[in-house]
């Protein structure tokens, strides 16, 4: 393999790993420092709404700017903002409201650098002589072993360092990805248009940024594809964050709960690793329906809430079919998105996956509280169902293969016109 994919899937393995142990330890050492869970929650909701805001507006920016240039200062800036809580802890101490502040900062660089590196997928296939079908593979997978280190490295760190010591290990990760990403050729990450000639930057910010809000929504094929993957975050963060713990503690083996996020990401690891190895054979309709029946049945079992070891088959069904299906949609975005307004329409994509979660979860609260959590894990399958059914009926969603680009390219330049 080139260098350029060997970069880039290194960068972002790291930037996902940090992120991964940065997700279990900051809650923590925010519990330590202020001795308030609502403190960790406050940091929670402060940093959310600007990380949201950021993924949809910052994909002008990165329509603007060289896609290497921009993955590498987002990562800067999370490097930054994390390295700076445990500087301050050594100058004057930290108190909530150094965390909030540089939440808030952190929150700046990461959806915008998920869209980055994302944007820059075309170019890693068309320089680095990889198939995109192998490069979503093997992403996939690496994300499941992230998912699979970041909390066990997390819990190990805990223990070995003071709190505020381990953030400046997540931090590394954040520069490491930087420094790795700048392996890649400068002219690798520029914007170019279908027929190799350079974009240029034209109009206002705002205007730019509802030119790639009108591409998206009159996309039969993006408003689908963004659905389905809008259902499966909905339904797998709201079984995660709160069916299953409410599950295991009701059942009296809270301990357990971890080893669903073992065999969803074992899942995922095998899922990502077979489309890697085979996502060139057969027709692209199998591989989705593979993907989406398959999640089907996951959510349907872990839904059923019918023992702990069932839920664990359930979770690793998930898994792969997420891993398949991921890596789909990943070649599909890399085909079909235009590459000018990648940076807004993935920017607006992943800001409403990152929104999606924390509704999701109080939504399943409320059913939780009132109807109890059988009646609320039902209720999430049924929100997977009518995806799935939207999946299977819909007309954009049947021809899958590159010789379908066209035609979705052709509807793109007619809503670029309007």
Known sequence: MKLVPVAYLASYLLSLLGNSIAGIALPLIVLQVTGSALGAGTVAAATA???VLAGLLMGVVIDRINRRTSSVVTDLVSAASVAALPLVDLLS????GWFVLFGIIGSLGDVPGMTARDALLPAIVRHGGIASERLMGIREALGAVALLLGPAAAGTLMVLFDGSTVLWITAATSLAAALLTLLIPHHVGAIVAADGA????????????RDGWRVLF????LVMTTTL???SVIVLASLQGLILPVYFTLVEQPGMLGFVLTALAAGMLIGGTLYAVAGTRGRRRAWFLAGLIGSTLGFGIIAALPSVWLVFAGAFVVGLSSGLFGSLMGVLMIERIPEHMRGRIMGTQNAIMTAAPPIGIVAAA??????????AAVALAAVWLVA???????????NLEPNAVQAESDVTVVVEGA
């Open 49 to 51: 709404i600007p990380a």
């Open 93 to 96: 101490g930290l108190s909530l």
């Open 198 to 209: 350079a974009v240029g930057r034209t109009g206002s910010g705002w205007g730019q940024l």
């Open 218 to 221: 009159r996309s039969r094929f």
């Open 229 to 231: 993957s809008l259902a």
């Open 366 to 375: 409320v059913l939780t509280e009132y109807a109890g959590v059988n009646a």
């Open 388 to 398: 799935l059914v939207l999946g299977l009926a819909s007309p954009s969603l049947r």
